[in-house]
């Protein structure tokens, strides 16, 4: 929006902003109890079950038991490693996918995209997966869980929705200017979509971060265990007829699920102004 | 693996005539594998517990390579299941009781009665009831190195104080117990009726013993199949005796003595409601919890001090439940050998057996002259040192929980420095306790019992919590197909 | 599932099959890495669902017991029942969903304060990143029917319900799927705007001038510019998901009870408690045939929604 309209809408319907900054301020609270919740209880070394607006006996132990586990530093670098090759991965396939979509006219097209409608319906379930993961030498290793999700139609169908709204005048305009479809796609296509970029690669690393069930199914060397693996455990604990039960084991727990919450409150400011600004095609254009 | 079985069989036969020298022979026969592939889940020493050193310490104590793998715990039947589809088993594996009956019944377990009857273990485990207990029509596809255990219930002594009662022993004074505790002042905050006595994580159990966390109200009625007195397969869930549990149930939980959410709550809502004192009565595991149980309360500045209470009179006695097995595959190519060498040792007495038990010197145990956690040890004062992964807690046991172990080490450092409650508990628990029954499965149970069983758990739940008549609820079951399941679950099995 | 363009068409088409191959070969190259991901990680796998014509249980070979499976299913009450409970969750909780993240991507586009706008945005996404067990833990605690319930709590003190006559939302027959709903919104709403942000963000802001110059009001603008360039991302996005309708399982299994069951089990808690409370060792043949079952249907409704996308917006579907 540019800074003349906005100027005009603020003249215009104030009343309007004041409710709508109020009803966010309620819905943003409503949003928070349930946190707050868990966040309050993480800073409690009281186990406590009902709700508390504040900690009664107020630490960082939980924290402090999460971030010297030793055991975590691993599955971190494990889970950094994948979420980046894999969002990586992810968002060339979805994008070189998306980009031969919008092709009309390209003899196939339509094939190519029912052949990735069929994948979102159709699935051989768990034991075929499996046997196609072992004979494919991806289990218990970290290409396996990389590769699986990689591709991911649902994604990639949006992406092709982004596409869609690049007008057609700059492939036109590209062509024109001698440009392969590949270089078209490298100075067209991908600076125009930074918006897509942004919010589908978040899509990407958050799956890829939060990755619980590829791990369980085709990890069983814990040396390649990932953060939500290890995080998992700490949170479920062990429910064994016998265990070592920890002093504080709720406390903990809180802190790991606050702790899995983290690293995306530290990543998300670098990718927001993608969201807040946008992608002004208009500029570009010139 | 056909001519093995072959060979098995003949085996048998020559033992009935000549038994003791077979004893000699099997030995010389028995060749020693090379190398052992185990499948466990997490109550073996994971990774970050120091399994590398447990594994180089079993290596070094046998002289065979051992290979573990170790799936996550949640997943660990998800992966046991596409693993045996796979095809590459293990030559080892751990099995939970339900697992252990299926898979036996597949034949994918390697019978190992007779390795048993040929083995020291025969001698060494104390109660061959647990063993027996494992038997399928004779056959033997598992040890079990401890006991099962099973749920004891605590009382919290403050607040029979506060209500100036004595433990009950009947369900007469249980009842009496319960409604102190809902009406009157049990925690002594000077309010009366913001308490309430019981808590369960689900009214009933989701396997074998079922009834384990409310057994009081229970007591004799059983919700599944068990062979009765008399030898024969019946359903529990059609007896009177479930019908009168089902109505005690609803009494409590309209009277208020049994927690409203007890139908949502988690294991953990549990524990956190009991820590936070807001009920008095609590049925969970016997030995090692009672010390966590209390460890937790005094963090919460509760009063820690519970009771294990001896089971009731009408419930007679409190289930034990069947413990995870230790079972060698159709795969491994030498069974003899890793009966031998690797279950046979698990529970040697000697170097082994404490191996299992607590696990490696200097990283789970340790004898030297330190301090651990704000305590300091002697030179050569045996304890557990500090949890790898869980920083601030000790280490109580490896594999082995040596309180629950079938056959005793020649020498147990800690026998005397089992906590008191903890000791107390497994005492009364084992003074009133029955083996919850293998049910062998069949292909009408393992067709028929799944919508069974969540139509059973329905029906508890809607008479306990929703004031559904026991007869309401019946007619349900027979309208809903149950009875007819049922009916069909038993005959198959009594066909058996 | 062809955009009309009735000039490039016709100019096309008067080329030969193998030139207009030729002129499209680098494409050809751009998806093939697609197509080998297609090829090992869903079609490959796919062989499995003849596993539904079969009795499998992962250790004796399958062997084929034809249409057993499949008359076993459809001959289960409780399957039904799951069958219908599913459907009529995932699509109400797909609807509310969206709705509300549409509603709320709308109304997000409109904050003037740019730090207001961050903030929330950043804590409308936190509950995506917690996990469902933590959630149904969290949530059990804020419906509880006991004074720690704070909807319960705060219902009393407005005078709504009276003090012993709390509602045990997620144990009454009655109240459960409200809460399912109301859980679900909580979660995902937040995540869902994400989508529609971007594209928000790339609304031509010439249109919004061209808008105001024609003196369009805030209403105005958001009716005839904002909404409809909305309006293809949520068409794409509800058809998407109604392929994954059928799946729903996580959620509900979480948040179920004994006492639910009814309204509240679905497809894959029913498989899940089959296999469980049943002999432990799944029945691989009879799941895959359910599966097979939900994908058929999935597939009818992405069928059918496809159908009338392409009816409503010319010729377009969604892929």
Redesign the interface.
């Known amino acids: 929006?540019?800074k003349?309209?906005?100027m005009?809408?603020?003249v215009?319907?104030k009343p309007?902003?004041i409710i709508?900054?109020i009803?966010?301020v309620i819905?943003?609270l409503?949003?928070?109890?349930?946190?707050w919740?868990?966040l309050v209880d993480s800073l409690d070394?009281?186990?406590?079950?009902?709700?508390k607006l504040i900690p009664e006996k107020f630490g960082f132990d939980g924290y402090i038991?999460v971030f010297?586990?030793?055991?975590l530093y691993r599955p971190l670098i494990v889970s950094l490693l994948t979420t980046v090759a894999g969002t990586f991965l992810g968002l060339?396939?979805s994008t070189?996918?998306a980009?031969?979509?919008i092709?009309?006219?390209?003899?196939?097209r339509?094939f190519?995209?029912?052949?990735?409608?069929f994948?979102?319906?159709?699935?051989?379930?768990?034991?075929?997966?499996?046997?196609?993961m072992?004979s494919?030498h991806l289990t218990n290793s970290l290409l396996g869980v990389i590769?699986?999700p990689?591709?991911s139609v649902?994604n990639?169908?949006?992406m092709?929705?982004?596409f869609?709204?690049i007008p057609q005048s700059l492939f036109e305009a590209a062509t024109l200017d001698g440009c392969?479809?590949?270089a078209t796609?490298f100075r067209v296509v991908l600076p125009l979509s930074k918006?897509?970029l942004?919010?589908?690669g978040?899509?990407f690393a958050?799956s890829y971060w939060?990755d619980y069930t590829n791990?369980?199914?085709y990890?069983?060397n814990?040396?390649l265990?990932n953060f939500q693996?290890k995080l998992?455990?700490i949170?479920?604990?062990?429910?064994?007829?016998?265990?070592?039960?920890?002093?504080?084991?709720?406390t903990?727990r809180n802190a790991a699920?606050i702790t899995?919450?983290l690293p995306?409150?530290i990543l998300?400011?670098f990718l927001?102004k993608?969201?807040?600004?946008?992608?002004?095609?208009?500029a570009v254009k010139e | 693996m056909l001519k093995r079985r072959m060979l098995a069989l003949a085996a048998t036969a020559a033992m009935v005539a000549t038994s003791v020298p077979m004893v000699a022979m099997a030995d010389e026969e028995v060749e020693k594998p090379e190398k052992i592939t185990i499948m466990v889940d997490g109550t073996v020493f994971t990774q970050a517990n120091g399994r590398a050193e447990f594994e180089a310490r079993w290596e070094e104590l046998t002289g065979i390579d051992l290979e573990i793998i170790q799936p996550d715990h949640d997943a660990y039947y998800d992966v046991v299941g596409q693993t045996m589809a796979g095809g590459d088993w293990p030559d080892v594996i751990i099995l939970s009781s339900t697992y252990y009956a299926g898979y036996a019944a597949e034949g994918v377990l390697w019978d190992m009665s007779e390795a048993y009857e040929n083995s020291s273990l025969m001698e060494r485990i104390e109660d061959q009831s647990v063993i027996d207990g494992l038997r399928m029509d004779g056959a033997l596809y598992g040890i079990s190195p401890t006991r099962g255990n099973g749920c004891v219930t605590y009382v919290k002594k403050a607040w029979l104080d506060n209500c100036g009662l004595e433990a009950p022993t009947n369900y007469e004074e249980y009842l009496n117990m319960l409604n102190a505790f809902t009406t009157g002042d049990p925690d002594g905050n000077g309010v009366d009726g913001d308490t309430y006595a019981v808590s369960a994580a689900g009214l009933i159990g989701g396997e074998a013993p079922y009834v384990n966390y409310l057994p009081e109200f229970y007591q004799d009625a059983y919700p599944s199949f068990y062979k009765n007195e008399e030898g024969v397969w019946v359903d529990g869930f059609t007896e009177d005796a479930m019908k009168e549990a089902l109505q005690r149930l609803q009494d409590a939980y309209e009277a208020g003595y049994i927690d409203k959410e007890s139908l949502t709550n988690g294991t953990k809502d549990c524990r956190n409601k009991f820590y936070e004192d807001k009920f008095g009565v609590f049925t969970y595991w016997a030995g090692t919890w009672a010390t966590n149980l209390k460890t937790n309360l005094e963090a919460n500045e509760v009063d820690s001090e519970l009771i294990a209470l001896p089971a009731i009179e009408e419930t007679g006695a409190y289930f034990e439940r069947v413990a995870p097995t230790w079972c060698i595959t159709e795969g491994c190519e030498n069974p003899e050998g890793v009966f031998k060498y690797f279950i046979e040792t698990m529970l040697d007495g000697g170097d082994m057996q404490f191996l299992w038990t607590y696990g490696v010197e200097g990283v789970h145990w340790s004898t030297a002259a330190e301090e651990v956690l704000g305590v300091t040890y002697e030179e050569g004062e045996f304890h557990m040192l500090e949890n790898l992964e869980t920083e601030g807690t000790l280490y109580t046991k490896a594999h082995i929980d040596p309180m629950l172990a079938v056959a005793p080490l020649d020498y147990d450092p800690k026998a005397d420095a089992i906590p008191e409650e903890s000791r107390i508990s497994t005492e009364v628990f084992n003074s009133t306790k029955k083996q919850a029954q293998l049910v062998v499965s069949t292909d009408e149970m393992s067709m028929l019992n799944g919508d069974l069983t969540t139509l059973k758990n329905e029906i508890v739940a809607l008479v306990v919590t929703n004031g559904m008549t026991v007869e309401e609820a019946y007619e349900k079951f027979e309208a809903d197909g149950g009875a007819a399941w049922s009916q069909e679950i038993v005959d198959s099995l009594n066909a058996k | 599932m062809k955009k009309k363009n009735v000039n490039n068409s016709v100019a096309v088409r008067k080329v030969p099959l193998s030139a207009r191959i030729y002129k499209y070969r680098w494409f050809y190259l751009m998806f093939l890495p697609v197509l080998i991901f297609g090829i090992l990680f869903y079609y490959m796998p796919m062989l499995g669902v003849l596993l539904s014509f079969t009795k499998y249980n992962g250790i004796k070979d399958p062997t084929f017991v034809g249409m057993d499976n499949f008359e076993r299913m459809f001959s289960m009450p409780k399957f039904w029942e799951a069958f219908w409970n599913t459907l009529e969750l995932s699509i109400i909780k797909l609807l509310l969903n969206t709705g509300m993240a549409v509603i709320l991507s709308l109304l997000l586009n409109e904050i003037i304060n740019l730090k207001l706008k961050k903030l929330a945005q950043t804590i409308i996404y936190l509950p995506h990143f917690m996990s469902w067990v933590v959630t149904a833990s969290v949530w059990g605690m804020i419906l509880s029917p006991t004074s720690e319930g704070l909807v319960n709590t705060f219902l009393i003190s407005i005078g709504v319900l009276e003090k012993g006559s709390e509602v045990y939302f997620l144990g009454s027959v009655k109240w459960w799927r409200f809460a399912y709903y109301v859980i679900n919104i909580w979660k995902d709403t937040g995540w869902g705007t994400i989508i529609f942000m971007a594209t928000l963000s790339g609304i031509n802001p010439e249109l919004y001038e061209a808008a105001a110059i024609d003196g369009a009001g805030r209403w105005k603008k958001m009716r005839y510019v904002t909404f409809p360039a909305l309006l293809n991302t949520i068409i794409t996005v509800l058809i998407l998901n109604l392929a994954k309708v059928m799946n729903l399982f996580e959620s509900v299994f979480v948040l179920q009870n004994d006492a639910v069951v009814s309204t509240a089990q679905v497809l894959q808690t029913y498989i899940y408690a089959q296999t469980f409370n049943g002999s432990g060792i799944p029945n691989y043949g009879y799941s895959t045939a359910v599966g097979l079952f939900r994908s058929l249907v999935g597939c009818a409704l992405v069928l059918v929604c496809n159908y009338l996308s392409k009816k409503v917006r010319e010729g377009r579907g969604i892929v």
């Not at chain 1, 070394?45 to 709700?51: D, E, H, K, P």
């Open positions: 929006m540019s003349e309209a906005k005009k809408d603020k215009h319907i309007f902003n709508n900054g009803l966010f819905v943003c409503i949003i928070l109890v349930p946190i919740k868990v070394l009281r186990t406590a079950y009902g709700m038991s010297t586990n030793k055991t060339t396939i070189l996918g980009y031969v979509l092709q009309w006219e390209m003899p196939g339509n190519f995209a029912n052949f990735l409608l994948t979102m319906i159709f699935s051989g379930g768990m034991i075929p997966t499996y046997l196609v072992k494919l590769l699986l990689a591709l649902y990639l169908v949006l092709r929705n982004f869609e709204g392969t479809p590949m796609f918006a897509a942004a919010s589908i978040l899509m958050v939060n791990y369980k199914l990890i069983t814990d040396q265990y693996m998992r455990s949170v479920l604990g062990s429910d064994l007829p016998s265990a070592n039960g920890g002093a504080t084991e709720n903990v699920v899995a919450i995306f409150m998300y400011p927001q993608y969201f807040v600004k946008g992608v002004n095609i208009g």
